[in-house]
């Protein structure tokens, strides 16, 4: 089983900026699609964002659009998550998933992390 491996998370103030990073293990992904979802406690697994590892299209929530950025590595086979402006609403853990198609739907994609923790501080 693939297992997508990601770093990043950690603690940041409100208004503060956070890196987070997704790495597939096998150049094998290059034609996937890259997304990032996130849950909080006591609410249901949310869309974040995602990309096309060939065409590079992304596609965010509307509640992220114009904060966070989504790119891809040098290696195609990363993506990253830069995520500023973040508030005390961003607090969750948040999943890298891999997929054939770029989709909003987390059942569209078959390989997952196992999580990092992002806490925003108010």
């Known amino acids: 089983q693939v297992q997508l491996g990601e770093s990043g998370g950690g603690l940041a103030q409100a208004g503060g900026s956070l890196r987070l990073s997704c790495a597939a293990p096998e150049r094998t992904f290059i034609n996937f699609a890259m997304a990032w979802f996130r849950q909080a406690p006591g609410k249901e697994r949310e869309f974040v964002a995602a990309?096309?590892?060939?065409?590079?299209?992304?596609h965010y929530a509307d509640s992220v659009k114009g904060r966070f950025t989504i790119s891809r590595g040098s290696a195609k086979n990363t993506v990253y998550l830069q995520m500023n402006s973040l508030n005390a609403e961003d607090t969750a853990v948040y999943y890298c998933a891999a997929g054939f198609g770029l989709s909003t739907n987390g059942g569209s994609y078959a390989y997952w992390g196992h999580g990092t923790q992002v806490t925003v501080s108010s």
């Open positions: 990309i096309s590892l060939s065409s590079g299209g992304t």
